[in-house]
């Protein structure tokens, strides 16, 4: 049997009693969401905060898109779905004006909780459009469907082929108005990509949407709203953008495709900011590994500094030995690396070498070599792994995005697998100017 349990308020942890925090600036969101509504000025906007706003907290972020304007609002899972309609009852919004777009969720759900929460659901296939429609009858509602199109990235959706059987059954449901079929949409695989075959990708997928609108128009179904654009889409291809976009990374201030455009080219701000208090800062004397593996040696009697963070926080173990940090100091930032493998709750990071280091007799234990030099930081000292190079407070900050390169891997998993473990501080979006 599986258990449960609601632990109540024990599942956050305080930031003072803890070493690291993610600081989100909510007037990063807005402002990078101005930039946005000004690619894709004539169309509405639809805020993407799936995955917990992609670890910058759903609930703060769903209200400050709500404070500008946003009235459409996407999370993947219904669960989250229903959390987003929890905050914004909480705040006064009214279901009439709000909507809320889920396109997952368990493969047994009768969809209930969406019916009475009045949340919109993407329906690929007839099954799902059943399901919905029984929970809509036996709530004595009319359920809200956006029909999803395979149009290429065969993922969800119902492709052309199978577009005419859903579109009869939604003509059906429609007719005896257990369905509203609000929207038509689907999602694009290489609107990211400037290459020949990423525009002939995404210019096939424009087609094929166009060619299912026909199908639902021949059934007699016309969606009042058509969308298609996330963030790529709503920065270069204005084709994609038809009636609503979808905002997602571009809202926190990062590039679809940091190799092609960088978060500063775009003027966009990234809102996350990731950083440690230096918890320990030490000599090592030359020839020494580091961390777990001996993956790194120091080349001679170095400073190596203790971040207290780790993958247990979401900090990719793949970055070990390139994660780059800024250590500021009362006398300037250090810009420097994560020596040795990143740990569960810690790495380690080169701090240079010990200025007169020609003192220090090789094999040398560490602790009298220390107290004649300064420390290159004092312990304390902010690391910050990423944040905003821009912000005149954290000047020459790594983005995401070198973190990604180094793990190999996108800025968007970067921000999104900070962990739960990780106390979140906002920035109120009034506190800036
Ligand atoms: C995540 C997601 C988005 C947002 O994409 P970005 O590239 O982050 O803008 C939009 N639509 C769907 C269906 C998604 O899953």
Redesign the pocket.
């Known amino acids: 049997m599986l258990l449960n349990e609601s632990v109540g308020e024990c599942d956050s942890i305080a930031v003072e009693e803890y070493p690291s925090r993610a600081v989100i600036d909510l007037g990063a969101i807005e402002h990078n969401a101005a930039v946005l509504r000004q690619d894709g000025p004539t169309c509405q906007h639809m805020a ?1 905060v ?1 995955a917990d706003a992609y670890g910058h907290g759903l609930a703060q972020v769903t209200l400050a898109a709500a404070r500008v304007g946003f009235t459409w609002f ?1 999370a ?1 899972q219904l669960a989250e779905a229903r959390r987003v309609r929890a905050v914004l009852d909480r705040a006064g919004y009214s279901r009439d004006d709000v909507h809320i777009l889920t ?1 997952l969720g368990p493969s047994d759900t009768t969809w209930r909780g969406a019916i009475d929460d009045d949340i919109d659901v993407s329906v690929s296939v007839v099954s799902t459009l059943a399901r919905l429609a029984a929970s809509a009858r036996e709530a004595g509602k009319t359920a809200r469907v956006h029909v999803k199109i395979d149009t290429g990235m065969s993922r969800a959706g119902a492709t052309l082929s199978t577009l005419p059987a859903l579109a009869s059954a939604l003509a059906m449901s429609v007719q005896d108005q257990t369905v509203d079929v609000v929207a038509a949409w689907t ?1 694009l695989a290489r609107a990211d990509e400037d290459s020949p075959e990423g525009l002939s990708a995404t210019a096939t997928q424009l087609d094929r949407f166009d060619a299912g609108l026909e199908i639902l128009a021949d059934a007699g179904i016309h969606p009042r709203i058509r969308h298609v654009g ?3 889409a709503i920065l270069w291809h204005e084709r994609a953008c038809f009636d609503m976009v ?5 809202l926190y201030g990062l590039s ?1 495709n940091p190799a092609q455009r960088t978060a500063r080219d775009l003027h966009f701000r990234p809102a996350m900011r990731l950083e440690a208090n230096l918890e320990m800062i030490k000599i090592v004397e030359g020839d020494q590994a580091v961390s777990y593996g001996g993956t790194w040696t120091t080349p001679g009697p170095r400073w190596l500094g203790l971040v207290p963070i780790g993958y247990g926080d979401g900090v990719p173990r793949a970055a070990s030995n390139a994660g780059p940090v800024s250590v500021i100091t009362p006398t300037g930032t250090i810009r420097t690396h994560a020596v040795g493998r990143i740990c569960m709750d810690q790495f380690m990071i080169d701090l240079g070498p010990v200025s007169d280091a020609e003192n220090a007799q090789p094999g040398e234990q560490g602790p009298d070599l220390g107290q004649y030099h300064e420390p290159p930081a004092p312990v304390g000292s902010r690391v910050i792994l990423f944040g905003n190079p821009d912000d005149p407070d954290t000047p020459d900050v790594p983005l995401a995005d070198e973190w990604a390169q180094v793990a190999d891997t996108i800025n ?1 998993e970067i921000v999104t697998r900070i962990g739960p473990r990780v106390p979140r501080v906002y920035i109120p979006a009034t506190a800036r100017p």
């Open positions: 993407i799936k996407g993947a396109w999602h996330a963030t790529s979808r905002d997602g990374i571009g679809p968007y």
